[in-house]
DNA sequence: GTGGTTGCAAAGACTTTGCATTGTT
DNA sequence: AACAATGCAAAGTCTTTGCAACCAC
């Protein structure tokens, strides 16, 4: 455990920075949410990161993880998203944007990239005179494994 | 007023024959509901058409207006959706799909299609595995008369 | 008359906020 | 020591639900 990866390391290590810059103090708790946030998944609930903090440290509030996720979505380290049912969920902030396909059956998110698709988004914006400045697009469907699983039964 | 447009007679007419199959009953209240958000512009939050419905109809209470969207989700007629905060706000289920592009700075929504983007989601699903089943897809930036008002202060 | 429907108010889910206490700097 | 951050619980949104009165069929 207590692995590390350089993406963690860099987004834990900006977070410092931007602590100090806004003259915010760091503390323990911080530490966890922000350390765990970076190594998971992505797209995590809050419920599923106050779960996943509380193991680490008990004694760790709600209202301390809802605080924490809006500082670092504030400086541009996660993403606050609404998914299917408006819960909020968040993921890592990353350089290369990416978008969404979401099986409908087992909740299963796989994120794709797609450049052609973006290009005719910026074209589309700009027809309809707008300046684009980001998008949203998420893909629903069934995955290979819902579809297999399907006909097993 | 009163002035009648055949999307939305025939969705009224939808609703009325979805009510007689499912042995469900037609109420004044349902009735107002369902012919202003067929009449609407679209993208209605549960509190517009509130405010709209109780215009007509004072004694209608928020469950109402609830339970009548959640109906005409059901049968089809609306699309529920979480847009930025999470709000649920419902539009119109049209024959043809349609994406939105949204102003970041005034929130206007301007519906469009796109069929080239459309194909190359489907191909997108299909590479990864996926039998697409619908998608989301929302731009957001800024409009022409946002631009400009811009540029006048 | 029967059984679905309504309005209200209460309860729920999710999120934010007030405040005394705790912890960083 | 100053003052931000925390935890808790209370308050706030938005949405759903329980229930007696009501109304369509």
Known sequence: MAKSNRLAD???????TYLREQRLKSTAQRDAIVEIFLKGAGHVSVEELYGAVRKQNPRIGYATVYRTMKLLTECGLADERHFRNGEARYEIAEKDHHDHLICERCGKIVEFEEDRIEALQE?????????LRGHKMELYGVC???RRRGREN
Do not use: I, P, V, Y
């Not at 860099?10 to 410092?16: H, I, N, S």
């Open 144 to 146: 290979l494994d819902c």
């Open 10 to 16: 860099e987004g834990f290590a900006r977070f410092k």
């Open 123 to 131: 074209e589309t914006a700009r027809r309809l005179g707008f300046e």
